[in-house]
Nanobody
Framework: QVQLVESGGGLVQAGGSLRLSCARS????????MGWFRQAPGKEREFVAT????????YHADSVKGRFTISRDNAKNTLYLQMNSLKPEDTAVYYC???????????????????WGQGTQVTVSS
């Protein structure tokens, strides 16, 4: 099994920054891709960014390009999402995901992810 634990969410003013973390543990050798997804009240879960764990190659949603950056620290077994220039529309619960599919496939269909964290709330005030 794989366990994922997110942290780093909170309340921030528009234009501010947050850094989310996702700690991995368990049988992580089975993981090919990881990603961040978010879900606002009344809306479907939305792709934010994905990454190939072994190479660090990344894929970001158009809505966050130039503002958010996904990365990983292999030695610390941790995934990150650096969030800059935050907007009120970024308000959501952010989930860390892991799976065996490609980052592109996971981005298109979040149901391909095999493991999920508990989520961390990000609230951006105007």
């Amino acid at each position: 099994q794989v366990q994922l634990v997110e942290s780093g969410g909170g309340l921030v003013q528009a234009g501010g920054s947050l850094r989310l973390s996702c700690a991995r543990s368990g049988r992580t050798f089975s993981i090919y891709s990881m990603g961040w997804f978010r879900q606002a009240p009344g809306k479907e879960r939305e792709f934010v960014a994905t990454i190939t764990w072994s190479t660090g190659s990344t894929y970001h949603a158009d809505s966050v390009k130039g503002r958010f950056t996904i990365s990983r620290d292999n030695a610390k077994n941790t995934l990150y999402l650096q969030m800059n220039s935050l907007k009120p529309e970024d308000t959501a619960v952010y989930y860390c995901a892991a799976g065996r599919s490609s980052p592109q496939d996971m981005a298109v269909n979040f149901r391909l992810a095999n493991y999920w964290g508990q989520g961390t709330q990000v609230t951006v005030s105007s």
